[in-house]
């Protein structure tokens, strides 16, 4: 099972930029589809994007679609979320994991704070 330590979150204004990073353990990082969830107070967990084992193929969620990018480094074991234009609306606790993720763990996530 692959460990996931996730960082870079913090607190900015709406239009602002934050690019969160996940670390990842394990020398079978490259074999998973990677993916970023998030959870919003008071709100189920949901998916926000994923990238494909070689980092050539990117998905999104509706909501953050043309304003959230999706990367990965698979020598250095991370995968990244470039998010742009950020809105309130995107105050979360940010996961990366497995796609799709097991059923028994997740790391601690980051949180994003967007201000209006």
């Known amino acids: 099972q692959v460990q996931l330590v996730e960082s870079g979150g913090g607190l900015v204004q709406a239009g602002g930029s934050l690019r969160l990073s996940c670390a990842a353990s394990?020398?079978?990082?490259?074999?998973?589809?990677m993916g970023w969830f998030r959870r919003a107070p008071g709100k189920e967990r949901e998916f926000a994007a994923a990238i494909s084992r070689s980092g050539t193929s990117t998905y999104y969620g509706d909501s953050v679609k043309d304003r959230f990018t999706i990367s990965r480094d698979n020598a250095k074991n991370t995968v990244y979320l470039q998010m742009n234009n950020l809105k309130p609306e995107d105050t979360a606790v940010y996961y990366c994991?497995?796609?799709?993720?097991?059923?028994?763990?997740w790391g601690q996530g980051t949180q994003v704070t967007v201000s209006s």
């Open positions: 994991n497995t796609v799709p993720p097991p059923n028994n763990y």
């Open positions: 394990g020398r079978t990082f490259s074999s998973y589809v």
